[in-house]
């Protein structure tokens, strides 16, 4: 087991309401990335958080932003919600150094937009 | 940007048999290949990694093998066990660049039968 935790586990809303994912990232790592997971599909990464910066961004709209905390903890915000964005919501974390791999997940956030 | 393939999407082998999933891309500069395993409503979890300077890595039953002319990487499970069930992703990233944008496949649903 990986020492990346989320939360919720799940969550519904609906369409137009805002949600907020929350990510702990693993002892010693210090950069956090999120990845949404359609069902029957790959991970796609959103973005990247590194030193509390954006450090990298997927093809994802600007009502997906983050945060990342001086304890390299995140938070993954989506606005206005639309029905296509149900999907696993996954933060992974890993350390930023001389080589930058080496992604570890977390178990997920399952949001159903109705 | 990076395209990966992978195939076949569903595999189904008797216990004991080998199992091989393989995966192509298209970024000629991506030099980091991680293998994750997902089982059902589970974290995908690293099994296995190789960089693009080594053509071949094994751990126990697990290996992975890079053709890095061709652009295309093989995960082969030797003496497949009813536990190796589950959704086996490709990825692909360019190293060093600062951002773990992994590029995944689109997963290939493993079943051993006993």
């Known amino acids: 087991e990986t020492g990346v935790t989320q939360s919720p586990t799940h969550l519904i809303k609906t369409r137009g309401q805002q949600v907020t994912l929350r990510c702990s990232s693993q002892?010693?790592?210090?950069?956090v990335s999120w990845y949404q997971q359609a069902l029957g599909q790959g991970p796609q990464f959103i973005f990247q958080y590194y030193r509390e910066e954006e450090n990298g961004r997927g093809n994802f709209p600007p009502r997906f932003s983050g945060l990342q905390f001086p304890n390299y903890s995140s938070e993954l915000n989506v606005n206005a919600l639309e029905l296509d964005d149900s999907a696993l919501y996954l933060c992974?974390?890993?350390?930023?150094?001389?080589?930058?791999?080496?992604?570890?997940f977390g178990s997920g956030t399952q949001l159903s937009v109705l | 940007g990076e395209n990966v393939e992978q195939h076949p999407s569903t595999l189904s082998v008797q216990e004991g048999d080998s199992a091989v999933i393989k995966c192509t891309y298209s970024d000629s500069a991506s030099n980091y290949f991680p293998w994750y395993k997902q089982e059902l409503g589970k974290r995908p979890q690293l099994i296995i990694d190789?960089?693009?300077?080594?053509g071949e890595k094994k751990d126990q039953r697990i290996a992975v093998t890079l053709n890095k002319t061709a652009k295309h990487f093989s995960l082969h499970i030797t003496e497949t066990q009813p536990e190796d069930s589950a959704v086996y992703f490709c990825?692909?990233?360019?190293?060093?660049?600062?951002?773990?944008?992994?590029?995944f496949g689109t997963g290939t649903r493993l079943t051993v039968i006993p």
């Open positions: 990825a692909a990233k360019r190293d060093f660049t600062g951002a773990n944008n992994l590029f």
């Open positions: 002892s010693g790592h210090n950069t």
């Open positions: 190789i960089r693009s300077n080594v």
């Open positions: 992974a974390s890993s350390w930023t150094g001389a080589t930058n791999e080496k992604l570890f």
